[in-house]
Antibody
Framework: EVQLLESGGSLVEPGGSLRLSCAASGFTFSSYAMTWVRQAPGKGLEWVSGITDNGGSTYYVASVKGRFTISRDNSKNTLYLQMNSLRAEDTAIYYC??????????????WGQGTLVTVSS | DIVMTQSPDSLAVSQGERATINCKSSQSVLYSSNNKNYLGWYQQKPGQPPKLLIYWASTRESGVPDRFSGSGSGTDFTLTISSLQAEDVAVYYCQQYYSIPHTFGQGTTLEI
C-alpha cells in the first residue's frame, strides 16, 4: 500500500525557515517523480515544486523560486522541501504527491495527508 | 503560466442526475508528439487530500467508478458524472501538467 507521510509543519515567524519531509513507502520511491502542492486555508490547490525520479531536475512556481528548495534522498525514501524567507502568504497545508512515472510531467496519482505551515508573528 | 478556468464555480445536482464540469486552458495542453492531453481531474472531499480521478484527459484512474468520465482536447475539457451519488459531494479540480508550473483550476463545488 502506498503511503506518504508529511511532517515538519509548524508555526513560524515571517522571515523564518522550515524543512518539510515526506516519508514514502509501499512503492519504489526512486522510480517516481514527486511534487509538493499547497492549499491555503479555504482556498484552492497550488502546485509548488517538482523533482524528477533521480533528483537531477527540479522545478518551482515563480512565487517560491529562490526561497524554497526541493530535494530527495532515495536511500531514505524521503522527499524534502526546504522553505526559507517565509511569508504570510506561504501559510497553507503542504501536500506531497507521487507522480505517475519518473517525470514531473505526469498527473499526481497519490497524495499524502498534508502538513500545516503557518507563517505569523 | 497556463491559466485554467473551471465553470461553474458551484453546481447543485439531484442524486441520480448527470453533473458536468468544464475546464478551459489558456493555451493548448495537447502534446503533438504523443497526441496526449496533459490534463487531470481531482476530487477533494472536506478534510481529505485530493484524489486523482482522470489523467490524460480521459483515462480513468484504477478504482474510480465508471460513472466518472473525462473528455475534450486542446483547450476545452469536461468531467462528467453520469449518475450522481451522495458520496460524490466534493470540490473538483482540473490541472494541466503540460508546462511548469502545473496550474490548477479554481475548483468547482458539487452539491446535492
Amino acid at each position: 500500500e502506498v503511503q506518504l507521510l508529511e511532517s515538519g509543519g509548524s508555526l513560524v515567524e515571517p522571515g523564518g525557515s522550515l524543512r518539510l519531509s515526506c516519508a514514502a513507502s509501499g512503492f519504489t520511491f526512486s522510480s517516481y517523480a514527486m511534487t509538493w502542492v499547497r492549499q491555503a486555508p479555504g482556498k484552492g490547490l497550488e502546485w509548488v515544486s517538482g523533482i524528477t525520479d533521480n533528483g537531477g531536475s527540479t522545478y518551482y512556481v515563480a512565487s517560491v523560486k529562490g526561497r524554497f528548495t526541493i530535494s530527495r534522498d532515495n536511500s531514505k525514501n524521503t522527499l524534502y522541501l526546504q522553505m526559507n524567507s517565509l511569508r504570510a502568504e506561504d501559510t497553507a497545508i503542504y501536500y506531497c504527491a507521487k507522480a505517475g512515472n519518473g517525470s514531473p510531467y505526469s498527473a499526481m496519482v497519490y497524495w499524502g495527508q498534508g502538513t500545516l505551515v503557518t507563517v505569523s508573528s | 503560466d497556463i491559466v485554467m478556468t473551471q465553470s461553474p464555480d458551484s453546481l447543485a445536482v439531484s442524486q441520480g442526475e448527470r453533473a458536468t464540469i468544464n475546464c478551459k486552458s489558456s493555451q493548448s495542453v495537447l502534446y503533438s508528439s504523443n497526441n496526449k492531453n496533459y490534463l487531470g481531474w481531482y476530487q477533494q472531499k472536506p478534510g481529505q487530500p485530493p484524489k486523482l480521478l482522470i489523467y490524460w484527459a480521459s483515462t480513468r484512474e484504477s478504482g474510480v467508478p465508471d460513472r466518472f468520465s473525462g473528455s475534450g482536447s486542446g483547450t476545452d475539457f469536461t468531467l462528467t458524472i453520469s449518475s450522481l451519488q451522495a458520496e460524490d459531494v466534493a470540490v473538483y479540480y482540473c490541472q494541466q501538467y503540460y508546462s511548469i508550473p502545473h496550474t490548477f483550476g479554481q475548483g468547482t463545488t458539487l452539491e446535492i
